[in-house]
């Protein structure tokens, strides 16, 4: 994960050297253990409170958690297409934010989308991914900002992204900080530090999608 589309080989794209076995890209399948603990925290963080649209999130990050340890792990049949659907469905249910009535049809139409693209043409479900995923952004960044949201968590969101960018970009299979069979894999990097951000935005999403100060 969050990588964007799916390469012809699983976790091709990638990195890590591909191995035989159950976890194919070992350090790649640990690393989205982040996702599933990021969304664990958000659900019973919120569940508490009764936040109902933030504990959706909380499982729809465990299901990106999943699907990409099973996209980096044994790779079943199928789960290209469930590890960008999971992508999709938190990308599109991020994006619809400010304005929940269309959350639910915002994740079916990012879902199908991205179907249909790589259907068309293999891969191409990615830039649909990275078009929603800025449109998320956006749209969670000025949820958050609107009610004085507290600086260091500002600070922390962004040093966390700042981070995480190059990795995705620099640590792909044939750029400049990428070494396959190295334990320190820049996509793993990635994973966490992604889910540090996406833990931290949600302590200051409340259901009603205006952020709220917690301190």
Not at 134 to 153: L, Q, S
Request: glycine letters at 14%.
């Amino acid at each position: 994960m969050i990588a964007i589309g799916a390469a012809s080989v699983l976790g091709g794209s990638d990195c890590e050297a591909i191995a035989d076995g159950l976890l194919a890209q070992p350090v790649n399948a640990v690393s989205s253990l982040a996702y599933v603990v990021a969304g664990v925290a958000i659900v019973a963080r919120r569940s508490l409170a009764g936040h109902r649209r933030t504990v959706i999130t909380g499982w729809l990050v465990i299901g990106v958690g999943v699907s990409s340890i099973l996209y980096h792990g044994p790779g079943p049949s199928g789960v290209a297409f469930v590890h960008d659907a999971a992508i999709a469905a938190l990308l599109g249910w991020l994006a619809a934010w400010r304005h929940p009535t269309l959350a639910g049809p915002g994740v079916v139409a990012v879902v199908g989308a991205v179907a249909t693209a790589d259907a068309v043409a293999p891969d191409s479900g990615g830039l649909i991914l990275v078009a929603v995923g800025a449109v998320a952004a956006i749209a969670v960044a000025v949820a958050v900002v609107e009610r004085d949201p507290p600086p260091g968590r500002l600070v922390a969101i962004g040093a966390l992204l700042a981070a995480a960018a190059p990795c995705a970009v620099l640590g792909r299979t044939g750029g400049p900080w990428c070494q396959p069979g190295s334990l320190l894999q820049p996509h793993a990097a990635w994973h966490v530090l992604t889910a540090a951000a996406v833990w931290l935005v949600t302590t200051m999403l409340p259901a009603g999608g205006r952020a709220v100060r917690t301190g």
